[in-house]
């Protein structure tokens, strides 16, 4: 998912929030119109300069520490399909179980290919396994909105130097409103107008969380900088009109991928949302006013740990592949 849909240049200043602590006092209920999961119904890859560019603040060089941060494109039963996500063991991938299953939470995934852009060179890393290598909590139920939509990728090999690899939050650790950095080769586009352009490419965008959905899920809103688009705020959680033109929304295609906090992993995307309030233009699109949602991996640790315990499987295939072999996927737009 994520279009790291922002680029609103505010002109009153934009403050940053200072750093509260956010915890479960800070649950909030919500009327929720309609929510997606933020996967993008096909493979995308394609466009060589997801990274090797630095223009612009949602786009970033190799090398800055976010190079752990990898696509997967999954064959279901259904289709093929779009999703992020991060290393969290040499032969680990921290992502999001609806990428993998159907509605009523059944893994119906065949093979997984997972992409990784290691630091320092041009070439694309791929490894592909079966689905069983998938693991996804037992409770998952595969409702848009669960507390369960986490899940991990276990790879028969590790893709080397130059992939970071990533802690994640656990009991220890605190969940605060600071911004956050989530990273994901969703759909891209203007918070105004939403997620227009296609998915494929990998971004980085800043937000910063606003509640607590359920001890599990955490939500941000996509803010314009108007108080009437504040829907944290509306909803009675946070009020703070957002980072300028660094705020960013995730979009279809960025589910699975990673949010950073204080260098950690603190949650994965799982989905967007419109509410009775703050959209500012009545479409489930990726724009201003809408709140995006993520799964706590403090919430998981146990569940983490003990996935990261199982051995790594036993045949894989590592293919080291110029970009050129990406192009050659058939881009498709949502
Ligand atoms: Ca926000
Ligand atoms: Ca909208």
């Not at 119906?108 to 890393?125: C, E």
């Not at 359920?214 to 809103?221: E, F, G, N, R, Y």
Request: hydrophobic share 40%; glycine share 14%.
């Amino acid at each position: 998912m994520r279009s790291l849909t922002a680029v609103l240049l505010l002109t009153g200043s934009s403050s940053l929030l200072s750093a509260g602590i956010l915890t479960f006092d800070n649950i909030v209920p919500l009327s929720v119109l309609s929510a997606e999961s933020h996967i993008v119904a096909a493979p995308a890859l394609g466009t060589p300069g997801d990274i090797n560019d630095a223009a612009g603040p949602f786009r970033f060089p190799r090398g800055i520490g976010l190079d752990g941060t990898v696509a997967l494109t999954i064959t279901k039963t259904t289709g093929t399909f779009l999703c992020s996500g991060a290393m969290i063991g040499s032969t680990a991938v921290l992502a999001a179980a609806h990428c993998f299953a159907d509605n009523t939470g059944n893994n119906i995934t065949t093979s997984v290919s997972v992409f990784a852009f290691p630091n320092g060179t041009t070439s694309t890393l791929t490894q592909t396994v079966l689905g069983s290598q998938v693991h996804i909590p037992d409770q998952y139920t595969g409702t848009t909105i669960n507390d369960y939509d986490i899940a991990v990728v276990r790879l028969p090999g590790s893709f080397g130097t130059g992939v970071n690899i990533y802690d994640t939050f656990g009991a220890g650790d605190t969940i605060t409103t600071a911004p956050f950095t989530v990273v994901g080769f969703g759909g891209r586009g203007a918070g105004a107008t939403g997620n227009t352009l296609p998915s494929g490419q990998r971004r980085r965008g800043f937000n910063n969380f606003d509640a607590f959905l359920s001890p599990a899920v955490l939500i941000s809103d996509f803010d314009n900088g108007l108080s009437a688009n504040d829907t944290s705020c509306l909803i009675g959680a946070v009020c703070h009109v957002g980072l300028g033109n660094l705020e960013a929304s995730t979009a279809p295609g960025d589910s699975g991928g990673p949010v950073f906090l204080n260098g950690k992993i603190v949650a994965v995307s799982s989905f967007g949302a419109r509410l009775t309030v703050g959209d500012i233009d009545g479409a489930l699109n990726s724009t201003f006013g809408e709140i995006n949602g993520f799964v706590s991996t403090r919430f998981h640790e146990q569940w983490l740990d003990s996935i990261l315990a199982i051995p790594e499987p036993g045949t894989w295939f590592l293919s080291l592949a110029g970009l050129g072999a990406l192009t050659a996927l058939r881009r498709r737009t949502r």
